[in-house]
């Protein structure tokens, strides 16, 4: 088959091996992108782990083991993980059992509101339990005056569960809203009570949604780095263990070490769920009826006050924090004030707005909000970019993988989803060691961090754009082709315009995971490279708590005001996407 063009008496002809060409050339950039800049520095940190001198060793190994209180942070992290997962799978299920499998009011609220916790970084949840039951906590503190306070393994878990609760509901959302509803209907037919059809046939026709859905929660436990380090004190889990070897021990040999250690159940937790994820998808029929009867009044209200704990939870968490920015002294003096905007970088004895109109008036607000907002202004050209170049990638990416298949695509997908089962705070540390040297230029820039965080997100986009692309028939893009259309045409005017939605989705969610991931980049930042994120941290440590509060209530609005920009360019929400590909 040839491409015919034909101008001034003469014709071309394009074979169809230029297509292969470009196609492969894209595959290899992919391919290299990927193996550099994901298996590269996951090979520096198990060459460090095992290697000493160029010898093999397992001495580094022997003095993790050999330390009781450095063992510790393993058994803590699968405390905390096995727990977390346990409770948030048992609430999830049962939330989205009252979306999908009853007429219970309010299903559009209750669902919106659980997405919440995607919207922000996850160390919301720390500060939160911090002001309502910490040391000096509203209802420890000031309403019952307990000495008893939330640090350690308990606020770990609070704070996880509500981290992971939407991620592990549109798992569980989408397995019981895609098996078919007459299965119930019809062992309650043949004379089952209702208590007997859910243990014996929603229950099992929703074990492997179930099963994924626990091991994707022990995942994302077990590798968070923001809850641990607001809310853990002197618990310490792997991923705050590294951190403290790394950044202050200086002991990067030991640091690799416990990342390879938190590498094995991260692994394992992502292969589990991706092969649960298969089998869920083989139990969904293809025929399932929406439709549902109306629920008995009291299973109606049972499961809408159900509904109501974990979105009151939620919503409590988020009014919290959004109070602690604008009260004077929490939980003493609620006088609304906006002096906990006034970041410590800013300086001066006079209220913030003072100084801003000043400025203005001297025509040097510019330059103030440039210099003394530059967390905030550094996450918000970062994650621009991030959008972009993730969402660019990752459509190509899955396009690759789905419409075009050319030889050695399984090693391309099998790269495009390994980054899920590595946690950030190891390829952070993997960024270090692998591209700290004086020919990288890139090191010590914006641009690491850029890199890094579409790499860690690199799966959930290639997913997305898969799951949209396998909605457009291969006859629309042959019947281009056969037009005269060239490859590049096709796929920006034919195949472009029928992924947009995608596209859009997939720039809102690399737009919020680079405005609050923490765990990828909380090596990669410096004293001239800072991100919001990450300085929610250090305000923390330093005490300025309501100052923490505030920096996260000023990405929370950013990120609110990108949702809001997607919703009208598409129509949709870009959470969509994300719970289809879950």
């Not at 596209?503 to 410096?526: E, G, K, P, Q, Y």
């Not at 505030?550 to 809001?564: E, Q, S």
Request: with cysteine; proline share 4%.
């Amino acid at each position: 088959m040839k491409l015919k063009k034909e101008g001034q008496g003469l014709t071309f002809s394009a074979p169809v091996s230029s297509e292969r060409w470009l196609v492969w050339m894209t595959m290899g950039i992919l391919l290299a992108i990927l193996a550099f800049f994901m298996l590269y520095p996951v090979y520096d940190i198990c060459k460090l782990s095992f290697l000493k001198g160029g010898t093999f060793t397992l001495k580094n190994y022997q003095s993790y083991f050999s330390n009781p209180r450095m063992f510790r942070s393993l058994t803590n992290s699968l405390y905390v993980s096995l727990v977390t997962t346990a409770i948030t799978t048992f609430f999830a299920f049962f939330f989205a059992y009252g979306l999908t499998r009853t007429t219970i009011p309010g299903k559009n609220i209750f669902y919106t509101i659980s997405t919440f916790p995607l919207i922000a970084p996850s160390i919301i949840q720390g500060l939160a339990l911090i002001l309502l039951f910490g040391r000096n906590g509203l209802i420890t503190r000031y309403l019952l005056h307990t000495d008893w306070n939330i640090y350690g393994a308990t606020g770990i878990i609070v704070a996880e569960c509500l981290y992971c609760f939407p991620n592990a509901l549109f798992i569980l959302y989408t397995t019981l809203s895609a098996v078919d509803t007459r299965l119930d209907e019809a062992a309650q037919s043949l004379g089952a009570s209702a208590l007997r059809t859910f243990f014996k046939v929603t229950l099992p026709s929703a074990k492997y949604g179930i099963a994924s859905a626990a091991a994707l929660v022990f995942n994302l436990t077990i590798t968070d780095f923001g809850v641990p380090v607001v809310i853990g004190g002197n618990y310490n889990v792997l991923a705050t263990e590294i951190y403290q070897q790394v950044i202050g021990m200086q002991r990067f040999d030991l640091g690799a070490t416990i990342s390879v250690i938190l590498l094995i159940p991260s692994v394992g937790a992502f292969l589990l769920n991706y092969y649960l994820t298969k089998k869920s998808y083989a139990l969904i029929s293809g025929q399932a009826r929406p439709f549902l009867q109306p629920s008995r009044p009291f299973k109606k209200w049972a499961f809408t006050i159900y509904c109501w704990i974990p979105t009151t939870f939620i919503l409590i968490v988020f009014i919290t924090v959004f109070l602690g920015s604008f009260v004077k002294t929490w939980p003493y003096d609620f006088t609304l004030t906006l002096q906990h905007f006034d970041f410590p970088s800013l300086g001066g004895n006079a209220p913030l707005w003072t100084r801003f109109w000043s400025s203005v008036l001297e025509g040097q607000w510019r330059s103030l909000i440039a210099y003394k907002y530059a967390p905030i202004w550094n996450s918000l050209w970062v994650s621009v970019l991030v959008a972009l170049g993730g969402a660019s990638l990752t459509l190509l990416a899955g396009y690759l993988i789905e419409k075009k298949r050319p030889g050695g695509v399984e090693i391309l997908y099998t790269l495009s989803v390994l980054p899920a089962a590595i946690p950030g705070t190891v390829m952070g540390l993997g960024y270090i060691l692998a591209f700290n040297k004086p020919y990288f230029f890139i090191y010590g820039t914006f641009w690491i961090i850029i890199i890094n965080i579409i790499i860690c997100n690199f799966t959930l986009g290639t997913l997305s754009s898969i799951a949209n692309l396998k909605q457009i028939d291969r006859s629309i893009e042959e019947a281009a082709i056969s037009l005269g259309a060239d490859p590049i045409k096709t796929f920006t005017q034919v195949v472009f315009p029928l992924t947009k939605t995608a596209f859009f989705s997939n720039i809102t969610f690399f737009f919020m995971r680079a405005m609050t991931t923490i765990s990828a980049v909380i090596f990669l930042v410096s004293a001239k490279v800072k991100l919001a994120a990450i300085e929610i941290i250090f305000l923390d440590i330093d005490g300025r708590t309501a100052s923490a509060n505030a920096m996260c209530t000023i990405i929370i609005v950013l990120v609110v005001a990108m949702l809001v920009v997607m919703r009208l360019i598409t129509g949709k929400s870009g959470l969509k996407g994300m719970s289809v590909t879950a």
